[in-house]
C-alpha cells in the first residue's frame, strides 16, 4: 500500500520506536532522498492543513495497520 495524505502512518524513529503520525504528504523527492511530510496525531487533529509538518525518510514510513 502506497502512502497518501491524510494517511495515519506508523514512522520508525532512529532509535527504531515506533510512531503513530498523520502524513500530509505524498512520498516526494528530498533534498538527498524521498521523504513523507508527517504531522503528530494530536496537532493534526487541532490545526489540519496547519499542522506543524516534518519531513521523515519515506522508508520509514510505513501505513498504520491498526488505523485500518
Request: no cysteine; net charge negative; aromatic share 8%.
Amino acid at each position: 500500500m502506497s502512502i497518501h495524505a491524510g494517511m495515519r502512518v506508523q514512522v520508525t524513529t532512529a532509535s527504531g520506536e515506533q510512531v503513530p503520525m498523520i502524513s500530509v504528504s505524498d512520498v516526494v523527492p528530498g533534498r538527498d532522498m524521498p521523504v513523507v511530510w508527517v504531522s503528530s496525531v494530536d496537532e493534526y487533529r487541532v490545526s489540519r492543513d496547519a499542522a506543524y509538518r516534518t519531513p521523515w525518510p519515506s522508508q520509514y514510513v510505513r501505513p498504520d495497520e491498526a488505523a485500518s
